[in-house]
């Protein structure tokens, strides 16, 4: 019997797509390739260019800093948070990582049809309480209501305004070699509780998402180095190994660190042992990465663990001279490897 | 984390390494079998603590990396139809078929979902009535329990929409190919801790017996590897070619009796394809007569779609242990894991994927291969 096969509809060679993929989404190469080619030859401007979390702009004489983010999760809500907070806490984030000092938010919502209510009330309650705790005001807003079927239950946009010092700008263009690499808390947690209540995965565990807004810890760094501060990132969306390559690839310099410094909770190694993901490139919420002169690496190591979010912070590594725009680990065994990004989502592995 | 870090302890793992060294009087050549093994080897740099003593061959022992193209192209073939749900483990959704990976399938529309456990295969075909649900059973001996179960499940709730896409191989075989090429060089075996598991070692005891090597069952961590390979070295040092189990946490001689006798209930020695090696007489598994219904070959009429392997890709020297990944003269250039030309560059047990992610030619030399940094 002979099978009667359709053309497989798929022209383009292996690895060039003409579609989105989800890996466009993973923060790994691709989503940098969707942003240099599909992006950033329509839009000019300096400082979108920068590629910053959020952009700086002049304002009569205050230096404004600008930041959106756009929230699609699911669940909406899960253990530690829900869609809300990581809205709010999200873009107050993108601001601190550029040094400001976060003020007002927007907010805006894609809402699908047959999002129960006392949900969106639980949500738009969260937010409210995220941005009081993180000092900032929801100054303006949207609603659009999408057919069934359109949206995931609910996405939220957020843009935050902040004030930055002129003092203190750190950007990741500043790191020099010999500046200290600090992680102000434990890795991974954000994404392995996503990952451990979607549907149909089937295991149980004491995770929560780490979301916090983490203008406070800045603020500590920032006083106890008098502002020297190289760079800070938040290792969100593909994890620390990804903040660390964009920190390496904009600076020039290498990174080295080391595993046995790494702060990675039981519970998320247990369960990235178990779906064989890397908790480098899983997603966090409530932390950063600081690199900081040597001079004053203490200091600000110590401000870091005086402060309630920071108390896990740890020194992991430093920037170096040798492999420019490369991340390297000093595995336990005293090998070296090199930790890159990714091309797309981890894949969970077979057994 | 508990009973893992122990095993990931730099400081017990270099006294291994040491004691090695002190034993050795030759270098020796051993083959690790598991493609997690290989990624400890190289993620770890244990090939580099134990140069000029030992020479790690990586093994065949990648389940994503054997698949051959045409079971890729019978699955793109499948989720590319409006009436299936194709169903597979996340690792095989970037793996290269001879035109298009599954990813990109299901930008196009085709339904494909990742899942962790074949059963939840089975409960996606019993919640979804009006569609053909199609799991992806790729794997050593390591996966296939889990794999019968779930056609046993469909065939106890009779669940007629539920099918499996087989592609099992087994370790022995391969072995012995290996050992009867006449270029081989191995002189010991290091087999995968999570196969004997299941099987546990009686079949390869006749193996080492007839070819004179040292077969360790071992473990993934890095101190289980330095210890088997410890074990061979010991043996190949004293002239003597047993099996030997280091994986005593976890591996008995007999296996898991349970869940052998579910595997053979279900499944029956078949002739396999493996990529970039060829055929293997009664080198995998098939679905038996008795349970046809559930074999997607047959029901979709797949026999005869065939593909033949591209002359480029080195993948089955590779996956043979004659040359090294960065040997192939597409490594890191034509050939990088966002355009990987052959399986061992997707997997996360591939040798060429361990080579190129942790950077085995690049460190020393800092200079990236030409096209690595703007393969995106």
């Given at each position: 019997m002979t099978a009667t096969i359709p053309a497989f509809a798929c022209p383009a060679p292996i690895g060039v797509t003409d579609r989105v993929v989800l890996g466009h989404g993973s923060g790994g190469k691709l989503s940098g390739a969707l942003l240099r080619q599909h992006f950033l030859p329509h839009f000019q401007s300096s400082a979108l260019r920068q590629l910053g979390d959020g952009a700086v702009v002049s304002a009569g004489v205050s230096q404004v800093v600008v930041s959106t983010d756009t929230f699609v999760v699911s669940p909406l809500e899960f253990p530690g948070g829900n869609i809300g907070t990581l809205a709010v806490n999200g873009t107050v984030n993108d601001l601190a990582m550029m040094g400001a000092h976060p003020y007002y938010l927007t907010a805006a919502f894609v809402i699908e049809e047959g999002l129960p209510l006392e949900v969106l009330d639980r949500i738009v309650a969260s937010m409210a309480h995220a941005a009081h705790v993180a000092g900032v005001e929801i100054v303006t807003g949207d609603t659009k209501v999408v057919e069934r079927g359109k949206g995931d239950g609910l996405f939220i946009n957020t843009t935050g305004i902040g004030f930055a010092d002129s003092e203190f700008r750190p950007m990741p263009s500043n790191v020099r070699p010999g500046d200290v690499v600090l992680l102000s808390g434990p890795i991974g947690l954000h994404g392995m509780t996503i990952l451990s209540t979607r549907e149909g995965l089937g295991f149980e565990s004491d995770l929560a998402s780490d979301t916090a807004a983490l203008y406070p810890l800045v603020d500590a760094v920032k006083r106890a180095t008098d502002g020297a501060v190289s760079a800070l990132r938040d290792p969100t969306r593909g994890g620390l190994a990804s903040a660390l390559n964009e920190i390496a690839a904009s600076s020039g310099v290498g990174v080295m660190i080391e595993e046995a410094s790494l702060p990675i909770p039981a519970a998320v190694a247990g369960a990235c042992e178990m779906l064989g993901l890397d908790p480098l490139y899983v997603a966090n919420e409530g932390n950063f990465v600081a690199f900081v002169p040597e001079a004053y690496a203490d200091a600000a190591l110590a401000a870091l663990q005086a402060h309630p979010l920071g108390a896990n912070a740890r020194r992991i590594g430093v920037a170096v001279a040798e492999h420019p725009s490369m991340v390297v680990m000093r595995t336990g065994f005293g090998a070296t490897r090199i930790v890159d990004l990714l091309p797309g989502d981890q894949l969970p592995r077979i057994c | 984390m508990k009973y893992l870090s122990e095993y990931r302890d730099g400081t017990i793992g270099r006294a291994i390494a040491d004691r090695i060294r002190a034993t050795a009087t030759k270098q020796w050549m051993i083959m690790e079998l598991c493609g997690g093994q290989t990624h400890t080897i190289v993620r770890q740099g244990i090939d580099e603590l134990l140069s000029g003593v030992v020479e790690m061959i990586h093994g065949p022992g990648c389940p994503v990396c054997v698949t051959p193209l045409e079971q890729i192209d019978r699955a793109v073939h499948l989720a590319s139809r409006p009436d299936v749900i194709l169903t597979s483990f996340g690792d095989m959704l970037r793996v290269p078929g001879s035109e298009c990976d599954l990813l990109q399938v299901r930008a196009r529309g085709g339904a494909i979902r990742v899942v962790y456990s074949p059963l939840d295969a089975?409960?996606?075909?019993?919640?979804?009535?009006?569609?053909?649900?199609?799991?992806?059973?790729?794997?050593?001996?390591?996966?296939?329990?889990?794999?019968?179960?779930?056609?046993?499940?469909?065939?106890?709730?009779?669940?007629?929409?539920?099918?499996?896409?087989?592609?099992?191989?087994?370790?022995?075989?391969?072995?012995?190919?290996?050992?009867?090429?006449?270029?081989?060089?191995?002189?010991?075996?290091?087999?995968?801790?999570?196969?004997?598991?299941?099987?546990?070692?009686?079949?390869?005891?006749?193996?080492?017996?007839?070819?004179?090597?040292?077969?360790?069952?071992?473990?993934?961590?890095?101190?289980?590897?330095?210890?088997?390979?410890?074990?061979?070295?010991?043996?190949l040092e004293a002239g003597e070619a047993r099996v030997e189990n280091q994986y005593v946490r976890s591996v008995r001689r007999d296996g898991n009796l349970p869940a052998r006798k579910l595997v053979s209930k279900i499944f029956r020695v078949a002739d396999r394809k493996w990529r970039g090696i060829g055929e293997i007489p009664g080198s995998g598994l098939a679905i038996r007569e008795e349970f046809a219904d559930f074999d997607a070959e047959r029901r979709f009429a797949l026999e005869d779609l065939a593909t033949n392997e591209p002359a480029e890709c080195r993948s089955g020297d590779v996956l043979r242990g004659r040359i090294k990944p960065n040997e192939c003269p597409m490594f890191g250039t034509a050939c990088v894991p966002d355009h990987p030309m052959g399986a061992p560059m997707v997997s996360s047990e591939g040798a060429c994927a361990a080579y190129f992610n942790y950077g085995r030619t690049r460190i020393k030399g800092t200079a990236a291969p030409k096209g690595v940094k703007e393969s995106v």
């Amino acid at each position: 019997m002979t099978a009667t096969i359709p053309a497989f509809a798929c022209p383009a060679p292996i690895g060039v797509t003409d579609r989105v993929v989800l890996g466009h989404g993973s923060g790994g190469k691709l989503s940098g390739a969707l942003l240099r080619q599909h992006f950033l030859p329509h839009f000019q401007s300096s400082a979108l260019r920068q590629l910053g979390d959020g952009a700086v702009v002049s304002a009569g004489v205050s230096q404004v800093v600008v930041s959106t983010d756009t929230f699609v999760v699911s669940p909406l809500e899960f253990p530690g948070g829900n869609i809300g907070t990581l809205a709010v806490n999200g873009t107050v984030n993108d601001l601190a990582m550029m040094g400001a000092h976060p003020y007002y938010l927007t907010a805006a919502f894609v809402i699908e049809e047959g999002l129960p209510l006392e949900v969106l009330d639980r949500i738009v309650a969260s937010m409210a309480h995220a941005a009081h705790v993180a000092g900032v005001e929801i100054v303006t807003g949207d609603t659009k209501v999408v057919e069934r079927g359109k949206g995931d239950g609910l996405f939220i946009n957020t843009t935050g305004i902040g004030f930055a010092d002129s003092e203190f700008r750190p950007m990741p263009s500043n790191v020099r070699p010999g500046d200290v690499v600090l992680l102000s808390g434990p890795i991974g947690l954000h994404g392995m509780t996503i990952l451990s209540t979607r549907e149909g995965l089937g295991f149980e565990s004491d995770l929560a998402s780490d979301t916090a807004a983490l203008y406070p810890l800045v603020d500590a760094v920032k006083r106890a180095t008098d502002g020297a501060v190289s760079a800070l990132r938040d290792p969100t969306r593909g994890g620390l190994a990804s903040a660390l390559n964009e920190i390496a690839a904009s600076s020039g310099v290498g990174v080295m660190i080391e595993e046995a410094s790494l702060p990675i909770p039981a519970a998320v190694a247990g369960a990235c042992e178990m779906l064989g993901l890397d908790p480098l490139y899983v997603a966090n919420e409530g932390n950063f990465v600081a690199f900081v002169p040597e001079a004053y690496a203490d200091a600000a190591l110590a401000a870091l663990q005086a402060h309630p979010l920071g108390a896990n912070a740890r020194r992991i590594g430093v920037a170096v001279a040798e492999h420019p725009s490369m991340v390297v680990m000093r595995t336990g065994f005293g090998a070296t490897r090199i930790v890159d990004l990714l091309p797309g989502d981890q894949l969970p592995r077979i057994c | 984390m508990k009973y893992l870090s122990e095993y990931r302890d730099g400081t017990i793992g270099r006294a291994i390494a040491d004691r090695i060294r002190a034993t050795a009087t030759k270098q020796w050549m051993i083959m690790e079998l598991c493609g997690g093994q290989t990624h400890t080897i190289v993620r770890q740099g244990i090939d580099e603590l134990l140069s000029g003593v030992v020479e790690m061959i990586h093994g065949p022992g990648c389940p994503v990396c054997v698949t051959p193209l045409e079971q890729i192209d019978r699955a793109v073939h499948l989720a590319s139809r409006p009436d299936v749900i194709l169903t597979s483990f996340g690792d095989m959704l970037r793996v290269p078929g001879s035109e298009c990976d599954l990813l990109q399938v299901r930008a196009r529309g085709g339904a494909i979902r990742v899942v962790y456990s074949p059963l939840d295969a089975v409960k996606m075909a019993i919640d979804n009535p009006d569609k053909q649900v199609v799991f992806f059973a790729v794997g050593f001996e390591t996966t296939a329990p889990a794999n019968a179960m779930a056609v046993w499940r469909a065939a106890q709730l009779d669940v007629s929409n539920f099918s499996m896409l087989v592609s099992h191989v087994t370790v022995p075989p391969a072995m012995l190919a290996i050992l009867d090429a006449p270029d081989n060089h191995v002189q010991a075996f290091l087999a995968a801790g999570h196969v004997c598991t299941v099987m546990g070692w009686e079949e390869y005891e006749p193996i080492a017996a007839k070819y004179q090597v040292p077969i360790i069952v071992t473990g993934f961590e890095p101190v289980d590897i330095l210890e088997g390979i410890w074990l061979a070295v010991q043996q190949l040092e004293a002239g003597e070619a047993r099996v030997e189990n280091q994986y005593v946490r976890s591996v008995r001689r007999d296996g898991n009796l349970p869940a052998r006798k579910l595997v053979s209930k279900i499944f029956r020695v078949a002739d396999r394809k493996w990529r970039g090696i060829g055929e293997i007489p009664g080198s995998g598994l098939a679905i038996r007569e008795e349970f046809a219904d559930f074999d997607a070959e047959r029901r979709f009429a797949l026999e005869d779609l065939a593909t033949n392997e591209p002359a480029e890709c080195r993948s089955g020297d590779v996956l043979r242990g004659r040359i090294k990944p960065n040997e192939c003269p597409m490594f890191g250039t034509a050939c990088v894991p966002d355009h990987p030309m052959g399986a061992p560059m997707v997997s996360s047990e591939g040798a060429c994927a361990a080579y190129f992610n942790y950077g085995r030619t690049r460190i020393k030399g800092t200079a990236a291969p030409k096209g690595v940094k703007e393969s995106v």
